[in-house]
């Protein structure tokens, strides 16, 4: 079965300092992964994905993400915090080739920033 | 990119109501929508696929005469919470799909509905 696994479900960093937020998943088949952010009572918003090539994925607001298949790892990391990147993170994988149906989240990691 | 809106963003009712929840497509047809219950502090939990022209289909343990789900056009989808107790206040979020890029094809997210059932 397929699983996604978000180790911390809130991370404190300082502003300007590195963000790691760390995504594992599971799965039978080569996965699509997905970083979406959610800000408070929004829906949410893609990152970055991951289909096929290129493991180093780059999205919006500055964040990437690199896709480790020995590690089964996905984490997202941003190079310097911001304020407004204070926000719920979710991590979710699609098997591959299935439908957008399948989709599984993370259970979420609330980013805070301290000024 | 492409946008999809839900209304009302904010709905508080009486028990034993109902309320209905939009989910459009602005910019582009979805012939798939996805429903989705958030409660505080948790993941998104799929509820039910919406079919454009036929009947959605329910995840395990979602009832489907209390989620009633019509997806008439291609750019809409409702969830009628039908008979609303306390229990059903959450935060539903739907979602489309463009069509053609199956598995990979994006996932655009409405900005969800909060429903208070007092």
């Known amino acids: ?115 | 990119g492409a946008v999809v809106s839900q209304h009302p963003s904010w709905v508080i009712c009486k028990s034993g109501t109902s309320v209905k929840i939009e989910c459009r497509s602005l910019d582009f047809q979805a012939t798939t929508m996805f429903w989705y219950r958030q409660f505080p502090k948790q993941s998104l939990m799929l509820m039910a696929t919406s079919n454009e022209g036929s009947k959605a289909t329910y995840e395990q343990g979602v009832e489907k005469d209390k989620f009633l789900i019509n997806h008439a056009s291609l750019t809409l989808s409702t969830l009628t919470v039908t008979s609303a107790h306390p229990e059903d206040s959450s935060f539903y979020i739907c979602s489309a799909r463009i069509p053609g890029l199956a598995g990979a094809g994006e996932l655009f997210f409405g900005e969800g509905s909060r429903l208070t059932v007092l």
């Open chain 1, 1 to 115: 079965a397929q699983s996604v696994t978000q180790l911390g479900s809130h991370v404190s960093v300082s502003e300007g300092a590195l963000v790691l937020l760390r995504c594992n998943y599971s799965s039978s088949v080569p996965p699509y992964l997905f970083w979406y952010v959610q800000y408070p009572n929004q829906g949410l918003q893609l990152l970055l994905k991951y289909t096929t090539g290129a493991t180093l994925v780059k999205g919006i607001n500055g964040f990437e993400a690199e896709f480790k298949k020995s590690e089964t790892s996905f984490h997202l990391t941003k190079p310097s915090a911001h304020m407004s990147d204070a926000a719920e993170y979710f991590c979710a994988v699609i098997p591959g080739y299935s439908s957008a149906s399948k989709i599984i989240f993370g259970s979420g990691t609330r980013l805070s920033i301290r000024p």
